[in-house]
């Protein structure tokens, strides 16, 4: 989730994971108590009043979908599995390798969320996706290639050279 | 001697060993078909469209993926590589290592359930690295066999796909197998691998994301590539305005190790080009190529199209390198024309890779101790151009030499016949033959049985399949109905069988996928239940009701309701149709004795079965006689005498000299033909036909020829200098002359690789003499181009010369030939003792006479025109009669040998099997009805139509042995007289009434 929220910009002070124990009621007053002196010297959020920072909120759905999608649900659901008991095969899976698929996951998942979002809005070319997502052109490319199988998206018409893509129900 | 084993390998899935293994397993023997990758079909697959006739390769290619996937007498052996091979011809014992799938290929129905919920992704090798794929994955979507494969190295193993198949075919601990399989000969059709142009820096390919090679142009162009046939650029998706086609990449090139010319990539560069402007209409693409080589049948006219009609522009050049502006991933392609550096920009960049040998060629060659030649290929010689150096093993395809589809495919059938003969002796021993029980007659009440799919999730998912049961139940006639998690497993087949005894079921229904891949296997199981297998209907609730209606489940309810009312309807009327059985008399009749139709007779009686072989000169050999040396420095003239004496000391093969053919009767298995010679006339009767009747040389009417005696053809040259009676000391030789002209469009194939030969020799016999070829584009293809370069080397004059500039040869007190040299952009003037004209081949003269004999079509250009320019290059749409060599179309000895081989081996399919069994689906003519207009007669493309006098009026007739079902003539019919099978008017239209009908909802 962290990793997701940075992807997002989203500024990680206003977050906070932590483990207390439910017969611990003094350690959860002081985490609480400490969390919300931290988010108060923070000012505003950017979210926050009538006009929230439409980027930043985009951003944050994005990672929303994406954590609650089933690619990485599956993938945090099975960490414990491949890393310590071993996979279906016998094989023990290292953290690092783990992590380094998880976090490939996490990357496109976040990528496509957005740009799923963003078409939610406003159908869009390639081009100005690429403006408004601020990521590669050719990325953004083999992301809708890839959604377009999943049947996520679909081309809506052909303005000038651009085809124009348009977001759809997910099943 | 040991016993032969009567089953052959074939080392390749792709279109090669595909129809190899057809032939074969047609012919009596059982087939082992071995592919390293899941699937089979190769190449083929992942192309687009195909030239000349710009066919979708996937639809032209799929009957023969299913074909071969259901052959009785296929095994398909994939995901397998061979370990090691033992024995000798006729008898090898050969282990392979099948690799873990770990997906049980009895279990997977290929629902692709697994592959949604895969949360691990590869690159899709595919789609070449342009879009992902899942680790538990099918190459494509139409994959033979159906059977998902878990990539080992991306699967995470986290177990996923084992918890969501319902089908419970997976897998996890198995593991390799060793597998070991006893054949007495072996194919070889491993195909090749495309160029990685990443080694030639200058062009840029994976440091400039639009610079792609043309089989990732191939997958752009293709509806069902990323891109889904729209061509768009990989930088930033727009749509390109100008693509560039960069010819030669690796080809042609001895830096890049590859001197020789790769044969294919002009034409698919053409196709590309024209496809590219056919799905982005304005696109303007330029091709820069050092010599445009269409030298196949009807290319040229291809290649005038692409110019003319479809805007292909062409830059005879070559390109010195490529660059791009990094803001935005726009290229450049600098390039010399007539020594002028030019520079233009371009959105896209397709470079045309060459064709590298397999890259386990040498792990190969070793296994199987056969040589490989100095580029990799397989080594074989133009004589025995499909046997490799080792006895037994036979070679076909992109292997022995770069080549395209239909020679590929025509080498295949040859190299099956020559695997045939090999083992001849063992034909029939190892396959199996399927005994159904008797029909049961059906009589009285209609009782159908409707068995309804949930394909695992993929109708169940949407369509409420229960609810349908519950509702074609109610529907009339209707007996008993169920559904099935998968109608097609192994358990519902037995299921469907008991079902059909327990309620006396006499029609059955299955709404399921498509008939495309399923109705053999359904019409099989009525079969063994006792029916017969035309009472079945199909309706398809998956590819034209789940899966198009994925969001509407309630109407796509409905509407499966509606498909399974409809097929209900015409399944109440369907009647049992019988399959017509033809006697074959095992004779073949071949027309032609020159080396194609010598070949071919002796390839058919070697396996056993009598021929005719009719020549219309007194001697055989042809144009074989006239040829009197080879580029490869074999004796044409030993080897036609090796040849003749073969034929002439073997009994089964008789000899009609001097004789022409007058008229022939019949059909497929049972012709009649009458022969005529001065002597008499013959009859006789045969189960085949071969058309070999080979082609003539253009006799010149330009360049002086037949005025001044020192002006001659190639073969005359050829003849007096193999006579000495000439020894010229300065030749000029000028090509496409009676070729690539008005009057006869195509190109001639050969005359290249023969100017060059002819150069050659006269270097040798003077080595003084100057020769100067003056041509339009060298099409010296293939390894043939090594001749090319040492002419060039050895001091021979290449000039080229356009068709607004064509040379000028004049006499006036000696021969002179004035010609444009485009290089130094001046007139360039040569006195010469002799000129020698490369003339075009013209088909022979009697082939119009012929093609009306029996009834089978001709091309533009008078050659014969066979049933499908890609795929079936040997045989006509008419059944039982085969074509091959120079009456197919021009062509060097060595392919000629190869079609020869292969019409044999077609042939056999036919002659191997006492009887035929022809489709039930045919046509009948209501006599009554007939008003005898004839139109059915002219529509009917396979001549299965003849009009028959009854009571003094004629009538349409229906051949039934000839009917491919097509129902044309039922269409066409004024008087409503004509019916197809299992399609009559009253099944149609009670078939859409019910579509129609209100139904209260």
Known sequence: ???????????????????????????????????????????????????????LLLNLRAAKAAAEGFRLRVLAGKEEQLVSKGNVYGERSTLEKFDEVMAEAVDSEYARHRIRLALLEKSMSVLELSEK?????????????????????????????SPIYRALEVP | MMKKIGAVMVVGGGIAGIQASLDLADSGFLVYLLEKLPSIGGTMTQLDKTFPTNDCAMCILAPKLVGAGRHPNIKLVTYTELKKVEGEEGRFSVTLNKRARHVDPD??????????????????????????????????????????????????GCGICGEVCKAK?????????????????????????????????????????????????????????????????????????????????????????????????CMYAIKEAVIAEEHNPGLEPTIFYMDLRAFGKEFEDYYNRAKEEHGVRFIHCRVSHTDEEPDTNDLYVTYVEENEVKREK?????????????????????????????????RTDLFTSIETTRPGIYVCGAFSSPKDIPDSVAQASGAASRAAKAIASERGSLITSVEYPAEKPISGEVRIGVFICHCGINIGGVVDVPTVVEYAKGLPNVVYAEHNLYTCSQ????????????????????????????????????????????????????????????????????????????????????????????????????????????????????????????????????????????LDGSDPKKRLKDLIAKIEGNEKIKVHLGTRVEETQGYVGNFETTLLSEAREEIVRHGVIIIATGGAEYRPTEYLYGIDDNV???????????????????????????????????????????????????????????????????????????????????????????????????????????????????????????VVLSAGVLPAPDNPRLAGLLKVPLSKDGFFLEAHMKLRPLDFATDGIFLCGLAHGPKPVDECISQACGAAARAVTILSRPTLEMEGTIAHVDEDLCSGCRMCEKICEFGAIEMVESEGKKRSHIIEELCKGCGVCGSTCPSGAITLGGFTDGQIISQVRAGLMEVGR
């Open chain 2, 346 to 378: 371009f959105d896209i960049v397709v470079l045309s890779v060459a064709m590298k040998p397999p890259t386990d060629a040498g792990k190969l060659a070793d296994l199987l101790g056969f040589e490989l030649n100095e580029y990799g290929f397989c």
């Open chain 1, 1 to 55: 989730l962290r990793d997701l929220a940075k992807k997002a910009e989203f500024d990680l002070r206003r977050m906070r994971f932590d483990y207390v124990s439910a017969s611990n009621v003094q350690r959860f007053d002081k985490i609480v108590i400490e969390f919300i002196d931290q988010v108060k010297a923070l000012g505003p959020s950017p979210l926050s009043g009538n006009k929230p920072e439409p980027n």
């Open chain 2, 169 to 265: 075919a997976i897998r996890y601990d198995e593991e390799d197998t060793e597998l070991k399989l006893d054949v007495g000969s072996i194919i070889l059709a491993p195909g090749f691998e495309p160029f990685n142009p990443s080694a030639l820096s200058e062009y840029g390919y994976g440091r400039y994301p639009n610079v792609v090679t043309s089989l990732e142009f191939e997958r752009i162009l293709s509806a069902t590539g990323p891109y889904r046939g729209t061509v768009l650029r990989p930088s930033d998706g727009e749509m390109p305005q100008k693509v560039a086609f960069i010819q030669c990449v690796g080809s042609r090139d001895e830096r890049a190790g590859n001197p020789y010319c790769s044969s294919v990539c």
């Open chain 2, 712 to 834: 001659m053809t190639q073969l005359e040259l050829e003849e007096k200098l193999a006579d000495g009676r000439i020894k010229p000391n300065n030749v000029v030789m000028i090509q496409c002359v009676g070729s690539r002209c008005e009057e006869h469009p195509n190109c001639s194939r050969i005359c290249c690789s023969d100017a060059v030969k002819n150069a050659l020799k006269i270097k040798e016999v003077n080595p003084e003499a100057e020769v100067f070829v003056l041509y339009k584009d060298m099409r010296t293809y293939g390894f043939k181009e090594s001749y090319y370069r040492e002419a060039a080397e050895r001091g021979i004059v290449f000039i080229r010369y356009e068709d607004d500039k064509k040379p000028l040869v004049t006499n006036n007190g000696g021969l002179k030939v004035t010609v444009f040299d485009p290089v130094i952009k001046e007139e360039i003037i040569i006195e010469p003792d002799i």
């Open chain 2, 491 to 630: 358990d519902t087949q037995e299921r469907i069988k008991e079902k059909v005894l327990e309620h006396g079921l006499n029609r059955v229904v299955v709404a399921s996928c498509t008939p495309r891949t399923h109705e053999p296997l359904f019409r099989a199981t009525l079969q063994e239940a006792g029916l017969n297998p035309y009472l079945f209907e199909m309706a398809n609730i998956r590819d034209q009701c789940s899966w198009v209606h994925m969001h509407e489940p309630e109407e796509a309810t409905e509407k499966a309701e509606d498909l399974v009312r409809m097929a209900v309807a015409k399944a109440s009327l369907i009647q049992p149709l019988k399959k017509p059985k033809i006697d074959v008399t095992p004779v073949a009749l071949v027309i032609g004795g020159g080396l194609s139709g010598m070949t071919a007779a002796l390839e058919i009686a070697e396996q056993g079965y009598e021929v005719h072989l009719v020549e219309k000169e007194k001697e055989l050999g042809g144009n074989l006689l006239k040829i009197r040396y080879l």
């Open chain 1, 133 to 161: 997502l601020d990521m590669e052109p050719r990325r953004i490319l083999e992301h809708l290639v890839a959604m377009r199988l999943l049947g996520w998206v679909d081309t809506q018409e052909i303005r000038g050279r």
């Open chain 2, 107 to 156: 279990k997977c129905t290929g629902c692709g359930v697994c592959a949604q919920r895969c949360p691990a992704l590869a690159i899709d090798e595919y789609n070449v690295g342009l879009s992902e794929r899942q680790a538990i994955f099918i190459r494509y979507p139409q994959a033979v066999p159906l059977v998902f494969t878990i990539d080992r190295e991306k699967c995470l």
